[in-house]
């Protein structure tokens, strides 16, 4: 068996015991732009791919495109709404 074969057979298992229901819940899109922290005039344009845990609560996974082929995750962000931030500390 060569490498190649031996690598279509895993490829082949795998898809047929995994599930993507996790990612399948993220149902919104949104397209933002991220700033620098130490560089302000760069900017990255961010899509978030989110699912909402409650009324109160997103979770998104960040990409640095929405081209299938070339998106890369970049980070995971939690929306939370005004009342929920509201009860943060001020040093959160």
């Given at each position: ?8 057979d895993?490829?082949?298992s795998?898809?047929m ?9 993220m149902?919104?899109h949104v397209?933002?732009f991220?700033?620098?922290s130490h560089?302000?005039s760069?900017q990255i ?5 989110c699912s ?13 495109s ?14 939370i ?6 009860t943060l500390?001020?040093?959160?």
């Amino acid at each position: 068996m060569t490498m190649e074969q031996h690598f279509v057979d895993k490829s082949a298992s795998a898809m047929m015991v995994q599930s993507f229901k996790p990612i399948n819940q993220m149902s919104q899109h949104v397209c933002t732009f991220a700033m620098y922290s130490h560089d302000l005039s760069r900017q990255i344009e961010t899509h978030h791919y989110c699912s909402r845990l409650s009324n109160q609560f997103l979770q998104c996974a960040v990409y640095d495109s929405d081209d299938p082929n070339k998106g890369r995750l970049i980070g995971v962000e939690y929306i939370i709404s005004d009342d929920v931030f509201e009860t943060l500390p001020p040093e959160e």
